[in-house]
């Protein structure tokens, strides 16, 4: 990623594969986060160290969970040890299960993922997870209030900010949290939505 003698397509492919191993709002909705906080242009040319930005607020923030990480994996074994070998409630946040979690619409549409930086989320879901109790959302910290969606079996709120999803539709079901979105992976991968100087395309998606 950091060596300029390589291809600029090259290293963007790089920073695919960095996303397999760690993406905290889901892959897709990550890799759109960081061409948002990056600056990462629609033409890699126009700035290739727009690439290096990404992946050193990624790196960022896998020092954090990986530290997090660490630290409960020691307090498991201590547990285990001690004859508790059920996982406490609620789960460690990066070992929830996409379809089943409050931040299930990040994978369905991953424009609604949140806008903090991505050590600052992490930071946030470790101090929740230290039993902090933060304001607003938790996952993005808005203060709004909820806003309601129909699943077609119930409803269930949404946060206005990221689209997270406090409590799962009373119907019991699996079904998606938000509306289907009518841009796909290709289009994202591509940064359709972005100009060559590193900006929202405004145009955009008509254009």
Request: charged share 25%; hydrophobic share 35%; proline share 10%.
């Given at each position: 990623?950091?060596?300029?003698?390589?291809?600029?397509?090259?290293?963007?492919?790089?920073?695919r594969?960095?996303?397999?191993?760690?993406?905290?709002?889901?892959?897709?909705?990550?890799?759109?986060?960081?061409?948002?906080?990056?600056?990462?242009?629609?033409?890699?040319?126009?700035?290739?160290?727009?690439?290096?930005?990404?992946?050193?607020?990624?790196?960022?923030?896998?020092?954090?969970?990986?530290?997090?990480?660490?630290?409960?994996?020691?307090?498991?074994?201590?547990?285990?040890?001690?004859?508790?070998?059920?996982?406490?409630?609620?789960?460690?946040?990066?070992?929830?299960?996409?379809?089943?979690?409050?931040?299930?619409?990040?994978?369905?549409?991953?424009?609604?993922?949140?806008?903090?930086?991505?050590?600052?989320?992490?930071?946030?879901?470790?101090?929740?997870?230290?039993?902090?109790?933060?304001?607003?959302?938790?996952?993005?910290?808005d203060?709004?209030?909820?806003?309601?969606?129909?699943?077609?079996?119930?409803?269930?709120?949404?946060?206005?900010?990221c689209?997270?999803?406090?409590?799962?539709?009373?119907?019991?079901?699996?079904?998606?949290?938000?509306?289907?979105?009518?841009?796909?992976?290709?289009?994202?991968?591509?940064?359709?939505?972005?100009?060559?100087?590193?900006?929202?395309?405004?145009?955009?998606?008509?254009g």
């Amino acid at each position: 990623m950091h060596d300029a003698r390589h291809p600029v397509h090259r290293r963007h492919s790089a920073l695919r594969t960095c996303l397999t191993i760690f993406a905290p709002y889901g892959l897709r909705a990550t890799y759109h986060h960081l061409t948002l906080s990056a600056e990462i242009p629609r033409r890699l040319e126009a700035d290739p160290e727009a690439l290096v930005r990404a992946v050193e607020e990624l790196h960022e923030a896998r020092v954090l969970w990986l530290a997090r990480a660490e630290e409960y994996a020691v307090q498991r074994r201590a547990e285990k040890r001690a004859g508790r070998r059920a996982v406490a409630s609620p789960r460690p946040w990066w070992l929830r299960s996409w379809w089943e979690g409050p931040n299930r619409a990040w994978y369905e549409d991953p424009f609604r993922h949140p806008s903090l930086r991505l050590p600052e989320y992490v930071r946030r879901q470790n101090a929740i997870l230290d039993g902090a109790e933060l304001p607003g959302c938790p996952a993005c910290g808005d203060e709004r209030p909820l806003v309601s969606h129909s699943t077609g079996h119930g409803w269930v709120e949404l946060c206005r900010g990221c689209a997270w999803v406090p409590a799962p539709c009373p119907c019991g079901e699996r079904h998606r949290s938000v509306p289907e979105t009518p841009f796909h992976w290709k289009g994202i991968w591509r940064r359709a939505h972005m100009g060559n100087d590193g900006l929202p395309n405004p145009h955009w998606p008509a254009g």
